[in-house]
């Protein structure tokens, strides 16, 4: 045997020794960091401007302490960026964790969001949003999966790396956790500005996405973009009789239906001149088609809307949903003709196109569709890029092998019909870094619904998966 053939087998030797102790390290610590996730997910934090926001505050404190209580970073603080120049309002705090890279290690940078959608209607829920609840293999609450198991998740990996490796890790590592994701991350741009140095890593792990299923990871490598604003519709002065004017005069509410009917095709496709598709079509597995009616929740006799492969109409091609209406209750309805209806329009758009001409598309084609010469106002669009991830970098390769290994069995690649905007500005502002989408979901969690749940077998090998990678980076120079 060479001199470098010893040294090579006493490093696999000792590399295997040590993922052994992460897988130990993690089994021993389970319990404890399910606790730290019931703990976070007893917190309110809900970063929507009409809720308190000192639950955001107590949040963000509590991540902090967690973090800082490793004993890995150099400095952990909590920080807000500015949201609206204008103004001067802050957005939400979020936590900024440091440690500086060794010996010609990389540095990763850990993205995960402390804040929660609101709960809804706590009737809605089987046992109320806030208060964690464990029933058969699931973690109930709000925020249980999306996404503090994701900040869980990069405490319990770190945890493990401070454990085995103790003053001998050189690995770099950030942990950004942000305070207002579900708000739509609007200081997100003006943060990574105001923080990029320390920001500043070589992989990007973005802990807030799903799996294929409760066995089988993914590894996310599309994302749709979205657009939303307000639709407004006036037709009248005033409401009037419905009896006296009904049958001559058009109410705002016959106009808007109409119109939004103009936005899909009989089958359900999106009608939209200018919206575009991905020109890479998904093939559909075999139980492609019976997994989403499951998943999806349809009702029997329901079909599914759009055409060509399932996957592809999720991942590839573009949807418009109507997520809110302004308009009298069925309970406080009265027979006259409504002046004025609005909706709240949220449009996803395929890989490839760019928001701010996906917005035009729709503006044009709401401009050309209007029934009667209704008056009609676009108001408080936002929107968000999509994704596409360059799947031939080194760390997809290892991140994929990790997954492997913590899953026991070989991951998927797969797209996302939902968005995260803000990754658009991580790729802008970092380029060079490779960015991966991951996550603790499964197809049951039913993120922003009532019941959202964690499946807790899914979240103890996500925990793993990450120790693995980041204790196999830790151990390994930055690639040439």
Request: proline content about 7%; aromatic content about 6%; glycine content about 8%.
């Amino acid at each position: 045997m060479t001199e470098q053939q010893g040294t090579s087998d006493r490093q696999h030797t000792a590399s295997s020794e040590r993922e052994e102790g992460i897988r130990d390290f993690l089994a021993g610590a389970l319990p404890a960091t399910i606790a730290d996730l019931t703990d976070l997910v007893r917190i309110p934090s809900v970063s929507w401007s009409a809720f308190n926001p000192a639950h955001v505050a107590a949040s963000a404190a509590a991540v902090a302490a967690l973090f800082e209580a490793t004993g890995v970073f150099d400095e952990v603080a909590v920080k807000q960026a500015v949201a609206d120049p204008q103004s001067g309002e802050l957005g939400q705090p979020a936590v900024l964790a440091t440690r500086t890279a060794r010996n010609g290690r990389p540095t990763v940078l850990l993205y995960a969001h402390h804040d929660v959608q609101p709960p809804g209607e706590d009737a809605d829920w089987d046992s109320p949003p806030f208060e964690p609840t464990v029933r058969g293999d699931r973690l109930y609450g709000r925020g249980a999966a999306d996404d503090k198991a994701g900040v869980v998740s990069h405490l319990a990996a770190v945890r493990a790396l401070a454990h085995e490796f103790g003053d001998d890790l050189d690995l770099g590592i950030v942990v950004f956790i942000e305070g207002e994701e579900e708000f739509g991350s609007r200081s997100f741009a003006d943060f990574l500005e105001q923080n990029r140095e320390a920001l500043a890593a070589d992989v990007i792990i973005v802990a807030d996405s799903d799996n294929w299923n409760v066995d089988t990871p993914s590894l996310t490598i599309s994302l749709r973009g979205n657009v939303t604003f307000k639709l407004t519709v006036e037709t009248l002065e005033h409401a009037s009789h419905s009896g006296m004017f009904g049958g001559a005069a058009p109410d705002a509410m016959m106009a808007m239906v109409r119109l939004l009917a103009t936005l899909h095709a009989p089958d359900g496709s999106v009608a939209v001149a200018g919206l575009t598709e991905s020109g890479e079509q998904v093939p559909d597995s075999p139980e492609a088609l019976a997994d989403f009616t499951r998943d999806a929740a349809l009702l029997p006799g329901v079909t599914p809307i759009g055409n060509g492969p399932v996957l592809s109409r999720l991942w590839a091609k573009p949807a418009i949903t109507i997520t809110g209406i302004d308009a009298p209750s069925v309970a406080n309805a009265s027979n006259t003709l409504l002046p004025k209806v609005s909706v709240r329009l949220s449009a996803r758009i395929a890989p490839g196109q760019d928001a701010a001409e996906a917005l035009a598309a729709l503006e044009t084609h709401i401009h050309a569709n209007v029934p009667f010469g209704a008056h009609v106002e676009i108001s408080d669009a936002d929107g968000g890029q999509p994704f596409l991830v360059d799947t031939s970098g080194w760390a997809v390769t290892a991140a994929k092998r990790a997954m492997a290994d913590g899953w026991g069995v070989e991951p998927m690649e797969t797209g996302i019909g939902g968005s995260i905007p803000f990754i658009a500005d991580l790729v802008r502002v970092f380029p060079e870094a490779q960015i991966l989408v991951t996550g603790v979901e499964d197809p049951d969690t039913r993120a922003h619904s009532p019941n959202e749940s964690l499946h807790l077998g899914v979240f103890k090998r996500a925990i793993l998966t990450e120790a693995l990678l980041l204790t196999r980076l830790a151990s390994t120079p930055i690639p040439e």
